[in-house]
């Protein structure tokens, strides 16, 4: 399938607002999210949002979502080291081919800085 | 309320035997699907079941299968094992589909 894309890399300092940016794929995607994974662990769910939507907003997080341009942020606010971990930007692909499964992108490395 | 739980947390296989993983839903999740990450793959969606009935599968060879039993949880069996399906196995669970996905912690299998 084609790919949902995500920068590999980010790194901020302590305090600093982090900003991850996804491109996905699927202009009816219904819903697109935001998992986390610290080493040697599983996907944790952060955030989703529904494609009516063009903000989400939890505690630290803010999603924005353009929908003409296939285009999802995810916003961590006064990001501290244990933000440090992979986050993953994914589509729930709505088609004959994919039943509900996700789609994610390959994952985007946010390195936190004292 | 517990999490998706899997099992084993590690499996150590050789080429060409065959590995069972397993999985148990958040209660009350009728939906399991199956991931595999791979290095430098990414994630990748393998099955999805759903009230027992396999409803979807990903772009994986047959030797890949799997059932959901009546209380929702279910197995991933891997038949014939290659050294390339060394991965972390994820499943995850959710109520009908359009919740979202919850997942556990994966069993990483590695092949030698």
């Known amino acids: 399938g084609e790919d949902v894309e995500q920068s590999l890399f980010l790194s901020v300092r302590e305090g600093d607002s982090s900003v991850i940016n996804c491109t996905y794929t699927?202009?009816?995607?219904?819903?697109l999210y935001w998992y986390k994974q610290e080493p040697g662990a599983g996907l944790q769910l952060l955030t989703y949002?529904?494609?009516?939507?063009d903000m989400k907003q939890d505690q630290r997080l803010t999603v924005l979502l353009n929908k003409k341009d296939k285009h999802l942020s995810l916003r961590i606010a006064d990001t501290q080291t244990g933000d440090s971990a992979i986050y993953f930007c994914?589509?729930?692909?709505?088609?004959?081919?994919?039943?509900?499964?996700?789609?994610f992108g390959k994952g985007t490395s946010l390195l936190v800085t004292p | 309320e517990a999490g998706v739980t899997q099992s084993p947390t590690h499996l150590i296989k050789t080429r060409g035997q065959q590995a069972t993983l397993r999985c148990s839903p958040i209660?009350?999740?009728?939906?399991v699907y199956w991931y595999q990450q791979a290095l430098g793959l990414g994630l990748q969606f393998l099955l999805w079941?759903?009230?027992?009935?396999?409803?979807n599968r990903g772009n994986f060879p047959p030797r890949f299968s799997g059932r959901q039993f009546p209380n929702y949880s279910s197995e991933l069996n891997v038949n014939a094992l290659e050294l390339e399906d060394s991965a972390l196995y994820l499943c995850?669970?959710?109520?009908?589909?359009?919740?979202?996905?919850?997942f556990g912690d994966g069993t990483r299998l590695s092949i030698l």
């Open positions: 995850a669970s959710s109520l009908p589909v359009n919740q979202p996905q919850h």
């Open positions: 699927d202009s009816s995607s219904t819903y």
């Open positions: 949002i529904f494609s009516n939507m």
């Open positions: 994914a589509e729930k692909l709505r088609n004959s081919n994919s039943g509900y499964a996700l789609n």
């Open positions: 209660s009350g999740h009728t939906s």
């Open positions: 079941y759903d009230e027992g009935e396999e409803r």
